[in-house]
């Protein structure tokens, strides 16, 4: 009796404690308390992480560059090391666009806002 009821009891709890959220479920998502967070979030990653990591793979992909062709122009050995730099700096570009890309995405899909469409106070023209 006592292994039945140490089997059940976890799949009991936690169908306990998902009951309000089945009784929520009409009202929807408030994001407006949410809002204000997400969108710090969201502009922590566009303004500061995002250029951060592209200027670091930016940084590898010369230095590999630099490698290949200048330092290793005689030595396979560096060359193989500088071309390993620029696989690496390159792999960097692609996911640190795919996470911009996704972060856009999601941002988008949620409605949330990652700034201001306004520059220095003024509004863009429109079509």
Excluded: C
Aim: proline share 5%.
């Amino acid at each position: 009796m006592t292994k039945h009821v140490k089997r059940t009891s976890p799949f009991a709890i936690v169908f306990v404690l998902a009951l309000p959220l089945f009784a929520f479920a009409q009202s929807g998502i408030n994001t407006a308390a949410i809002t204000p967070y997400s969108n710090g979030i969201l502009n922590v990653i566009n303004n500061i992480l995002v250029p951060l990591i592209i200027g670091i793979a930016f940084i590898v992909f010369l230095w590999g560059v630099f490698k290949y062709f200048i330092l290793g122009a005689a030595n396979e050995d560096d060359r193989r090391e500088g071309r390993q730099f620029v696989l690496w700096g390159l792999i960097g570009f692609v996911v640190i666009i795919s996470v911009w890309g996704l972060v856009a995405l999601v941002s988008n899909t949620l409605g949330f806002s990652t700034g201001s469409a306004t520059t220095n106070g003024l509004t863009p023209p429109t079509i």
